[in-house]
């Protein structure tokens, strides 16, 4: 049997899958915890990896690498880190986005240049925060690698002028464009203060090289990508992912370019595209919950469950920490109508109503860019909550399908080592099993109250 190993070095936590290149069966996994937290020292997800699996790419003959997107990983010239990375959900650079933003022509230019407006969850807006807040740093900075990128680089052993990347990851820097397969050099020294090496994008089935004991490494993917390559998507289908971040995409055959910067006009890891809208805000909103309720996972569910749709007129509009779509950094978390009628389960069902409806805000963000959804995958660690996938069909007004519970970005990640260990020109035909569906009518009161709470809020849940 050939294996392949398949990594997600995802926010919270490091999976790796070994699988069979033939089937895409799991035959074997790890996990290992990353900490909490906006940054974070790139060798934790280094020592992560070899916890949760660095035995088990051994066992494998190809290797690959989805991670969490975007983060700034800075090399000085003899390849050392310079600081903690800085992670797609730390906002501290959001008025570096919006200086680069209007400095760069508007959004209508970067939409068009880059295929997304920046937030501070780009990495050329971090770029700029380090230029502007730790000069020497920016100064030092000899190459700027992505989370995915160094922890390929590390498995192959080499210097960073061999690093690579991929469209995928490419996409989400804020200096490349989808549409011509470049890196916007101007754009990179605009925001750092000079050029640094960036790595080579690879061909999506390409072996970059291989680990010190001969394993073949592909080129990797960012996260997203990763799972839809896990989920074999194909046009029609819609994927809500709920992990610590919400995300909402689908693959497309051209480019997106939003002015609204509402949708990210990400590349994909097969060659197409993954328009894709981003909340910093999911399955955490759900845990700050499930914690002030003192209930584990079942138990909040049952509670959600046990409110009527619209959970008595509470609303919570749950940027908890702050929000990327909409871009409101500085927001914190609303919540309203509450009354001496209110019951823990109306607090628990407000929680998956707020979290779902922002997600349902991207639904319609998508569609608006011509993505209309087919069919509604949900997947990420809240995918598992019961409540989440009854009340989603209500909140969305769609049907929903939930695939059988898997580490799909690490699957992704695993489908690409295959893909390139191959050498065809298509990735192989793993079957991901029957998914089970959801159904329901769309509850309009809940849409209504959300709605109007995101309106009237605009402003002040902008500024802390
Ligand atoms: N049954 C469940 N109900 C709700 N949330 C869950 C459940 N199981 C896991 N989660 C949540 O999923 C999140 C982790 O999801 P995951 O997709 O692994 O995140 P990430 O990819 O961002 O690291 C955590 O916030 C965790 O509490
Ligand atoms: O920033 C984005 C997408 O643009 C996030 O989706 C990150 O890629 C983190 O993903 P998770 O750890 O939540 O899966």
Redesign the pocket.
């Known amino acids: 049997m050939t294996l392949v190993a398949g990594i997600d070095s995802?926010?919270?936590s490091t999976k790796v899958l070994l699988v069979d290149a033939e089937t895409g069966q799991v035959v074997d996994s790890g996990t290992a915890p990353h900490p909490d937290g906006t940054e974070c020292p790139p060798q934790v997800w280094w020592d992560a990896l070899q916890q949760a699996g660095g035995d088990l790419i051994d066992r494998a003959e190809a290797v690959a690498v989805s991670?969490?997107?975007?983060g700034l990983i800075a090399l000085d010239e003899h390849g050392e880190v310079i600081r903690p990375a800085l992670l797609?959900?730390d906002t501290r650079s959001a008025p570096q986005a919006a200086r680069l933003t209007g400095e760069g022509g508007g959004p209508g230019v970067w939409a068009q240049r880059t295929g997304s407006v920046p937030t501070a969850?780009f990495t050329v807006t971090k770029l700029a925060w380090l230029a502007e807040h730790e000069p020497d740093n920016a100064e030092r900075t000899a190459a700027v690698l992505l989370p995915h990128d160094w922890l390929t680089l590390k498995l192959r052993g080499v210097g960073f002028a061999e690093a690579t990347t991929d469209r995928s990851e490419a996409s989400?820097t804020g200096y490349w464009s989808p549409d011509t397969g470049v890196y916007l050099r101007d754009t990179v020294i605009g925001a750092l203060g000079h050029d640094a090496v960036l790595p080579r994008v690879a061909a999506p089935n390409e072996i970059v090289g291989h680990t010190p004991n001969g394993v073949a490494v592909a080129p990797g993917t960012?996260?997203?990508a990763g799972a839809a390559l896990g989920l074999r998507l194909e046009s029609g289908d819609v994927v809500i992912?709920l992990?610590?971040?919400g995300?909402v995409f689908g693959v497309a055959e051209a480019p997106a370019a939003d002015p609204t910067g509402l949708v990210?006009g990400?590349a994909d890891a097969t060659g197409r595209f993954l328009p894709?809208v981003?909340t910093l805000n999911?399955a955490g909103v759900l845990d700050t919950v499930r914690d002030l309720l003192n209930v584990d996972h079942a138990g909040f569910d049952a509670l959600a469950l046990a409110a009527a749709p619209g959970s008595g007129g509470l609303t919570l509009l749950p940027y908890l920490d702050g929000e990327?779509t909409p871009n409101r950094p500085n927001a914190t978390g609303v919540l309203s109508g509450l009354t001496t009628h209110t019951t823990r389960a109306d607090l628990a069902r407000a929680a998956v109503e707020g979290m779902l409806s922002a997600q349902a805000d991207g639904l319609a963000a998508l569609s608006a860019q011509g993505l209309r959804a087919g069919r509604v995958l949900l997947i990420?660690g809240a995918s598992s909550s019961e409540a989440v996938r009854r009340i989603a069909p209500h909140v969305f007004g769609l049907d929903v399908e939930v695939p059988p519970t898997a580490e799909y970005?690490a699957l992704g990640a695993a489908r690409q080592a295959a893909w390139a260990l191959s050498g065809r020109p298509h990735p192989p035909q793993w079957n991901t099993g029957a998914a089970t569906g959801f159904i329901g009518r769309a509850a309009t009161s809940v849409t209504e109250q959300y709605s109007t709470l995101r309106d009237e809020t605009a402003s002040w849940t902008s500024h802390r």
């Open positions: 995802s926010t919270r991670g969490q997107q975007h797609w959900n969850s989400g960012g996260d997203n992912s992990g610590t971040s995300t990210a990400f894709l981003c999911a990327r990420g970005v």
